[in-house]
């Protein structure tokens, strides 16, 4: 795929040589377009030696070969990383005063954007205002997520990690490009959790998060599309258990559906359905606490004052019981995958803790990822990183959730 990483001038432009190296490993061609501004932060040798490609920057150069509108015609992907609150302001106002705009405003591909600004910048009226228009007009925003800008000051506005760019900007056209899953894994009795768990309070409020249960959806939908026999028990989802085509529910039809709402109907569920399974995928976001008591009636203010103190209690930690209980019986042959979902951002202290909790699980592989406010919980793209019982990296995959399902996938087919 040809992709044109946009840069503007702002810190984060440091951050955007490891967007541009994830797409040329990926194995796209990659064409940087930097504002002036941009390369006051991150240096041009260093943008070419990483696209492998010359940068371009200036409208007037190439102008025999009109390169101010021949870069966004062959574009498949525009992807800009930082989208500072001037681009943004420029983009929303249709400008074409640098090569920039003029490439953004030549081409008919998908666009990306990476917002990066100060919280009050990123709250502005303006700024809201200009990110509603390029929203109404399909352009995809990525973050920005909430964490430490580039003073001592912390709050919403610093750039998404490359990663979680990447997956996203692939997510938005590789729906059409990814390849059909061979019926692989005909035979095989797979059990996947989905979603998040509640834990009701009362007849009307519950304590619950944020898993939209799409990935869980994605990885029973892609297991049966490969011919496996799926039991997919799912906690509160938001998405259908469809296969997204619109040409009929086909490979929702070889899936049993189980639906549950909290912790212990979950482990209910799973617990029975994994004493037939062949494989255990535990994607859903399962409540680690519930309250010691639910209230028969609704919960009055007028009866609890100005502070509500709620008394929790652990729940079962459901993918370890059905990790010991695999050893302690006859199940050996059976393969059990966790997920592991931490907001640290750190690459190496996040595949520590990866480790540390597929050690303290015993199942054979944890995929891990990265969630916060803006990124993994209710998104459409995904980058994970599968890890071993031996804490061994032995799968990445980014993109779509369907992509990332057919890759840990991949692993049972082998
Ligand atoms: N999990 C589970 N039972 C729980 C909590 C989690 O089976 N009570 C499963 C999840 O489905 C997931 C894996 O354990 O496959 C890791 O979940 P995660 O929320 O990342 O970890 P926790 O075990 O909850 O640990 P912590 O919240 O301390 O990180």
């Given at each position: 795929?040809?992709?044109?990483?946009?840069?503007t001038?702002g810190?984060?432009?440091?951050?955007?040589?490891?967007?541009?190296?994830?797409?040329?490993?990926?194995?796209?061609?990659?064409?940087?377009?930097?504002?002036?501004?941009?390369?006051?932060?991150?240096?041009?040798?260093?943008?070419?030696?990483?696209?492998?490609?010359?940068?371009?920057?200036?409208?007037?150069?190439?102008?025999?070969?009109?390169?101010?509108?021949?870069?966004?015609?062959?574009?498949?992907?525009?992807?800009v990383?930082p989208a500072t609150a001037n681009f943004i302001a420029q983009l929303a106002g249709g400008f074409?005063?640098?090569?920039?705009?003029?490439?953004?405003?030549?081409?008919?591909?998908?666009?990306?954007i990476a917002p990066a600004m100060h919280t009050e910048m990123w709250q502005n009226a303006a700024t809201v205002a200009n990110v509603a228009t390029l929203r109404s007009r399909?352009i995809?925003i990525v973050g920005p997520a909430v964490?430490?800008l580039?003073?001592?000051d912390?709050g919403a506005g610093r750039m998404?990690?490359?990663?979680?760019?990447?997956?996203?900007?692939?997510?938005?056209?590789?729906?059409?490009?990814?390849?059909?899953?061979?019926?692989?894994?005909?035979?095989?009795?797979?059990?996947?959790?989905?979603?998040?768990?509640?834990?009701?309070?009362?007849?009307?409020?519950?304590?619950?998060?944020?898993?939209?249960?799409?990935?869980?959806?994605?990885?029973?939908?892609?297991?049966?599309?490969?011919?496996?026999?799926?039991?997919?028990?799912?906690?509160?989802?938001?998405?259908?258990?469809?296969?997204?085509?619109?040409?009929?529910?086909?490979?929702?039809?070889?899936?049993?559906?189980?639906?549950?709402?909290?912790?212990?109907?979950?482990?209910?569920?799973?617990?029975?359905?994994?004493?037939?399974?062949?494989?255990?995928?535990?994607?859903?976001?399962?409540?680690?606490?519930?309250?010691?008591?639910?209230?028969?009636?609704?919960?009055?203010?007028?009866?609890?004052?100005?502070?509500?103190?709620?008394?929790?209690?652990?729940?079962?930690?459901?993918?370890?019981?059905?990790?010991?209980?695999?050893?302690?019986?006859?199940?050996?042959?059976?393969?059990?995958?966790?997920?592991?979902?931490?907001?640290?951002?750190?690459?190496?202290?996040?595949?520590?803790?990866?480790?540390?909790?597929?050690?303290?699980?015993?199942?054979?592989?944890?995929?891990?990822?990265?969630?916060?406010w803006t990124?993994?919980?209710?998104?459409?793209?995904?980058?994970?990183?599968?890890?071993?019982?031996?804490?061994?990296?032995?799968?990445?995959?980014?993109?779509?959730?369907?992509?990332?399902?057919?890759?840990?996938?991949?692993?049972?087919?082998?």
């Open positions: 795929m040809n992709i044109v990483v946009g840069i001038g810190i984060a432009a440091y951050k955007a040589v490891n967007v541009v190296r994830a797409f040329v490993l990926a194995g796209h061609s990659v064409q940087v377009v930097a504002t002036d501004a941009a390369l006051r932060f991150v240096g041009k040798p260093t943008l070419e030696a990483i696209s492998r490609n010359p940068v371009h920057t200036d409208l007037y150069e190439g102008v025999a070969e009109v390169r101010h509108v021949a870069i966004g015609q062959a574009a498949d992907l525009i992807v990383a074409a005063a640098d090569l920039l705009g003029n490439t953004i405003l030549a081409s008919a591909a998908p666009l990306v399909g995809h964490g430490q580039t003073g001592a912390s998404s990690e490359p990663d979680e760019i990447v997956a996203a900007a692939l997510a938005v056209v590789e729906p059409a490009t990814v390849e059909p899953a061979a019926g692989d894994l005909v035979g095989r009795r797979i059990v996947v959790t989905a979603g998040g768990t509640r834990e009701p309070l009362d007849p009307v409020r519950f304590i619950g998060n944020r898993s939209s249960g799409k990935q869980g959806v994605a990885l029973a939908l892609a297991a049966a599309a490969r011919g496996a026999e799926v039991t997919l028990i799912g906690a509160n989802l938001e998405v259908e258990v469809s296969d997204g085509t619109g040409a009929g529910d086909t490979s929702a039809q070889s899936i049993v559906v189980q639906r549950v709402g909290t912790s212990l109907e979950l482990s209910d569920a799973v617990t029975a359905a994994a004493l037939k399974a062949d494989v255990v995928i535990m994607a859903a976001a399962v409540a680690d606490y519930r309250p010691e008591s639910v209230a028969e009636a609704k919960i009055k203010k007028e009866t609890q004052g100005d502070i509500l103190q709620l008394t929790l209690v652990k729940n079962p930690d459901i993918l370890h019981d059905l990790s010991a209980a695999r050893s302690a019986s006859n199940r050996a042959g059976q393969t059990i995958i966790g997920f592991a979902a931490e907001t640290e951002t750190d690459p190496e202290a996040l595949l520590a803790l990866g480790r540390a909790k597929i050690a303290r699980k015993g199942c054979d592989y944890l995929v891990l990822n990265s969630v916060g990124t993994g919980f209710a998104t459409d793209g995904n980058a994970v990183k599968i890890l071993d019982s031996a804490g061994d990296i032995v799968g990445e995959a980014s993109g779509s959730k369907k992509t990332v399902a057919d890759r840990i996938l991949d692993l049972l087919a082998r």
